[in-house]
């Protein structure tokens, strides 16, 4: 049953009286104080109390002497963060993993770039920073000026010999497969896969480290290039972090138009990876005739942002672009002819013996592994596990605009890919709506230079889910930190996961439903 | 015979695309290049999966500490002659990147660079105009025309090819 944020809090400080503390209405619905060890006691309370508790990211923080580990967790009430610090010289803190599995990589990616140690976690290795980066440097703490350091020549780490059964391919960093260098050694006994294990940080670019050393205003541009496809929610998640910390309300019109910008960017990347899994099982010409259809929208956002991929529309305080009286027509003449494209394509699904053959029961996921994993986006929603930002915390004016949540109950990537169908079908009738109801107005309001100190976290749901930014300002003109947790990082270890057990032939289909994308794992 | 050589290859290149370290921004341009709008196969242009059957290597984004070994052995195994070509603002010069902890900078950090396309990203029809102007270079001179400007190029063949926007 669903429980209001209210009767959660309350649940958990009957339980945990004395040794948490509560602050309400900061860092989503509330920020929970507690200290190492009592932290898990906090989390298991929290699962007790409900069920679909899944953790979001885990934040890393300099404080100075101290190191801040921040989770971040979403429940059917709302977004909560559990606050704990470790200090400087000795920063372990016992790892969460076996009670929540999706935390392994967050946990992976605090050691990495804090040196947090979580102890007891299952695997502790490098995940996004390169082989000659030096051990005991950590680039996003303060005092340590990231480019300046001086790397090390790699280990040489002799490959583990292959046993009589099994077999490793490595697919990556450069494959045809595959759009970005990633590095993934799949053990295969015969045709079964038992084993994956993934090198990831070949797009770590070091954007949250770039973000403290750059002004407000060249962050906005900054954190949208953590992602071609999905620069729109990017640029959304951080102007309404800091929005949120200034308490600004942005003018309805530019609401509005924020919606558009979101659901044609969430239109072009549904019908990229539409297409792009019809390249990976080796049905070109359905790829094919989804690019071909996604063109009219790619010239719509050049329309409406003035740039084909970069849309730079959506600032602090409102949007940098109004839409022209004249834009209305074209763009719903445009939706219109995809709209009466999507019936083709469905039947397609439901009838191609080759998609039915490639995607039916492959890399089947279950609900409550999805809750567990704390996986996010079409994903969860193909495994039955309802969760969209959109409806769950309506932000803009998502909370008026009737659409409807696309769920499928069958977990495998035929399901995946329906899912993203449907939502492209919702997103026409989302901008529709939105230009019928638009008002007349101001477009943006003023955003002071510096940010008083604050701290926010937001998040929207992008193309491939949730999008998750937690935003620290200290009242100069620069953050303080800022984290981004993106949709992929979430949704990753459900493929390895649904991978083993799978034919190998399987893995590309599988791998692309997830709508992977390495540029925001990595950042 | 050296004519008919470089007819073909400026008939029809084929070319590898390796992302070190992009965005996705390019990349998503460089596929739409592949398909019905811009279609480049109309000239010839084949992506190749593996490097060693490609003529040009398009690079997109910024080189990042991990893939800079990468980028150098794709290059690497590319048969002579080669041509880099580098995509994007990030892969011309690191970009919004530049000076970041985990970044090289372009790809001319790594690897010979004969064309760059900047933009962010680079519209497909930038890409087309550019490996256009790339591929004339390989044309032999008319007679008469100056010779070439020698610069950071690769490949074996006389006229080192420069075709810098």
Redesign the interface.
């Given at each position: 049953m669903q429980k209001s944020s209210e009767e959660f809090v309350n649940a958990i400080e009957n339980k945990l009286n004395g040794k948490i503390q509560i602050q309400i209405g900061t860092l989503g619905k509330a920020a929970i104080t507690a200290n190492n060890g009592i932290h898990r006691d906090l989390i298991k309370v929290m699962l007790e109390v409900d069920d679909q508790t899944s953790i979001v990211a885990i934040t890393g923080l300099d404080l100075g002497t101290n190191l801040g580990v921040y989770y971040h967790f979403r429940s059917q009430s709302g977004y909560y963060t559990i606050k704990a610090e470790v200090p400087k010289d000795n920063p372990h803190i016992q790892t969460i993993t076996d009670l929540i599995p999706g935390a392994l990589f967050a946990e992976m990616e605090g050691n990495d770039l804090f040196g947090i140690v979580f102890d007891g976690h299952p695997s502790p290795g490098r995940l996004v920073l390169s082989e000659n980066w030096p051990e005991g440097v950590y680039p996003l703490r303060k005092d340590v000026i990231a480019n300046q350091v001086k790397l090390v020549p790699p280990k040489n780490v002799a490959a583990e010999p292959d046993d009589n059964k099994t077999v490793k391919i490595i697919i990556g960093p450069q494959h045809p497969a595959l759009i970005e260098p990633e590095k993934f050694s799949v053990s295969v006994e015969g045709e079964i896969v038992t084993k994956v294990e993934p090198r990831l940080g070949y797009v770590h670019r070091g954007v949250e480290k770039a973000a403290e050393l750059r002004t407000y205003i060249q962050d906005v541009y900054l954190v949208e290039r953590v992602c071609g496809i999905c620069n729109g929610p990017h640029a959304w998640s951080f102007s309404g972090a800091v929005e949120k910390i200034l308490n600004v309300t942005v003018p309805r019109r530019a609401q509005f138009i924020r919606v558009i910008t979101l659901e044609l960017n969430r239109i072009h990347s549904h019908l990229l990876v539409l297409g792009h899994a019809g390249l990976e099982i080796g049905y070109e010409t359905l790829f094919q005739y989804f690019w071909r259809d996604r063109e009219p929208i790619m010239d719509l956002i050049e329309l409406t942002c003035g740039n084909r991929v970069y849309e730079s529309m959506i600032s602090m305080g409102g949007v940098r672009r109004d839409l022209k009286e004249t834009d209305s027509p074209k763009i719903k003449a445009v939706l219109e002819d995809l709209r009466k494209k999507i019936p083709f394509y469905k039947q397609l699904y439901e009838n191609e013996p080759t998609i039915k053959a490639r995607m039916k029961d492959v890399g089947v996921l279950k609900r409550e592994d999805a809750i567990s994993l704390g996986v996010v986006g079409p994903v969860a929603r193909a495994s039955g596990y309802a969760v969209d930002v959109r409806k769950d915390e309506p932000y803009e004016v998502y909370g008026e605009i009737p659409f409807k949540e696309i769920i499928y109950t069958e977990g495998d990537t035929w399901a995946r890919m329906n899912v993203r169908m449907d939502e492209v079908e919702e997103s026409i009738n989302i901008i529709e709506y939105a230009l019928d109801n638009m008002p007349k107005g101001p477009i943006r309001v003023d955003i002071p230079r510096e940010i008083l100190a604050g701290e926010a976290v937001n998040a929207c749901e992008a193309p491939r889910g949730e999008l998750f930014y937690y935003v620290k300002s200290n009242g100069t003109d620069m953050p303080d930190r800022v984290k981004v947790r993106t949709p992929t990082f979430a949704n990753l270890p459900s493929f390895f996961k649904t991978a083993i057990g799978g034919s190998i032939a399987d893995v590309p289909a599988n791998f692309v439903s997830l709508d992977p994308c390495f540029s925001c794992t990595d950042r | 015979m050296v004519d008919t050589k470089t007819w073909a290859r400026v008939k029809s290149p084929w070319v590898i695309?390796?992302?070190?370290?992009?965005?996705?921004?390019?990349?998503?341009?460089i596929?739409?290049l592949f398909?019905?709008?811009y279609d480049v196969e109309r000239f010839g242009v084949k992506l190749e999966?593996?490097?060693r059957h490609a003529d040009i290597l398009l690079v997109s984004?910024?080189v990042?500490?991990?893939?800079s070994e990468?980028l150098k052995r794709?290059y690497d195994q590319m048969p002579e002659p080669k041509f880099v070509v580098a995509v994007g603002a990030c892969a011309c010069s690191g970009g919004?990147?530049e000076?970041?902890?985990?970044?090289l900078g372009g790809a001319d950090k790594v690897v010979p660079v004969a064309a760059y396309i900047p933009g962010?990203?680079p519209?497909p029809e930038a890409m087309i105009d550019g490996l256009v102007k790339l591929l004339n270079t390989l044309n032999p001179p008319p007679k008469g025309a100056k010779k070439q400007i020698k610069g950071a190029s690769a490949g074996v063949t006389e006229e080192k090819p420069v075709a810098k926007e």
């Amino acid at each position: 049953m669903q429980k209001s944020s209210e009767e959660f809090v309350n649940a958990i400080e009957n339980k945990l009286n004395g040794k948490i503390q509560i602050q309400i209405g900061t860092l989503g619905k509330a920020a929970i104080t507690a200290n190492n060890g009592i932290h898990r006691d906090l989390i298991k309370v929290m699962l007790e109390v409900d069920d679909q508790t899944s953790i979001v990211a885990i934040t890393g923080l300099d404080l100075g002497t101290n190191l801040g580990v921040y989770y971040h967790f979403r429940s059917q009430s709302g977004y909560y963060t559990i606050k704990a610090e470790v200090p400087k010289d000795n920063p372990h803190i016992q790892t969460i993993t076996d009670l929540i599995p999706g935390a392994l990589f967050a946990e992976m990616e605090g050691n990495d770039l804090f040196g947090i140690v979580f102890d007891g976690h299952p695997s502790p290795g490098r995940l996004v920073l390169s082989e000659n980066w030096p051990e005991g440097v950590y680039p996003l703490r303060k005092d340590v000026i990231a480019n300046q350091v001086k790397l090390v020549p790699p280990k040489n780490v002799a490959a583990e010999p292959d046993d009589n059964k099994t077999v490793k391919i490595i697919i990556g960093p450069q494959h045809p497969a595959l759009i970005e260098p990633e590095k993934f050694s799949v053990s295969v006994e015969g045709e079964i896969v038992t084993k994956v294990e993934p090198r990831l940080g070949y797009v770590h670019r070091g954007v949250e480290k770039a973000a403290e050393l750059r002004t407000y205003i060249q962050d906005v541009y900054l954190v949208e290039r953590v992602c071609g496809i999905c620069n729109g929610p990017h640029a959304w998640s951080f102007s309404g972090a800091v929005e949120k910390i200034l308490n600004v309300t942005v003018p309805r019109r530019a609401q509005f138009i924020r919606v558009i910008t979101l659901e044609l960017n969430r239109i072009h990347s549904h019908l990229l990876v539409l297409g792009h899994a019809g390249l990976e099982i080796g049905y070109e010409t359905l790829f094919q005739y989804f690019w071909r259809d996604r063109e009219p929208i790619m010239d719509l956002i050049e329309l409406t942002c003035g740039n084909r991929v970069y849309e730079s529309m959506i600032s602090m305080g409102g949007v940098r672009r109004d839409l022209k009286e004249t834009d209305s027509p074209k763009i719903k003449a445009v939706l219109e002819d995809l709209r009466k494209k999507i019936p083709f394509y469905k039947q397609l699904y439901e009838n191609e013996p080759t998609i039915k053959a490639r995607m039916k029961d492959v890399g089947v996921l279950k609900r409550e592994d999805a809750i567990s994993l704390g996986v996010v986006g079409p994903v969860a929603r193909a495994s039955g596990y309802a969760v969209d930002v959109r409806k769950d915390e309506p932000y803009e004016v998502y909370g008026e605009i009737p659409f409807k949540e696309i769920i499928y109950t069958e977990g495998d990537t035929w399901a995946r890919m329906n899912v993203r169908m449907d939502e492209v079908e919702e997103s026409i009738n989302i901008i529709e709506y939105a230009l019928d109801n638009m008002p007349k107005g101001p477009i943006r309001v003023d955003i002071p230079r510096e940010i008083l100190a604050g701290e926010a976290v937001n998040a929207c749901e992008a193309p491939r889910g949730e999008l998750f930014y937690y935003v620290k300002s200290n009242g100069t003109d620069m953050p303080d930190r800022v984290k981004v947790r993106t949709p992929t990082f979430a949704n990753l270890p459900s493929f390895f996961k649904t991978a083993i057990g799978g034919s190998i032939a399987d893995v590309p289909a599988n791998f692309v439903s997830l709508d992977p994308c390495f540029s925001c794992t990595d950042r | 015979m050296v004519d008919t050589k470089t007819w073909a290859r400026v008939k029809s290149p084929w070319v590898i695309h390796f992302n070190s370290g992009a965005c996705n921004g390019c990349d998503i341009e460089i596929v739409a290049l592949f398909t019905p709008k811009y279609d480049v196969e109309r000239f010839g242009v084949k992506l190749e999966p593996s490097p060693r059957h490609a003529d040009i290597l398009l690079v997109s984004g910024c080189v990042t500490q991990q893939c800079s070994e990468r980028l150098k052995r794709v290059y690497d195994q590319m048969p002579e002659p080669k041509f880099v070509v580098a995509v994007g603002a990030c892969a011309c010069s690191g970009g919004i990147f530049e000076g970041n902890y985990n970044v090289l900078g372009g790809a001319d950090k790594v690897v010979p660079v004969a064309a760059y396309i900047p933009g962010c990203p680079p519209r497909p029809e930038a890409m087309i105009d550019g490996l256009v102007k790339l591929l004339n270079t390989l044309n032999p001179p008319p007679k008469g025309a100056k010779k070439q400007i020698k610069g950071a190029s690769a490949g074996v063949t006389e006229e080192k090819p420069v075709a810098k926007e």
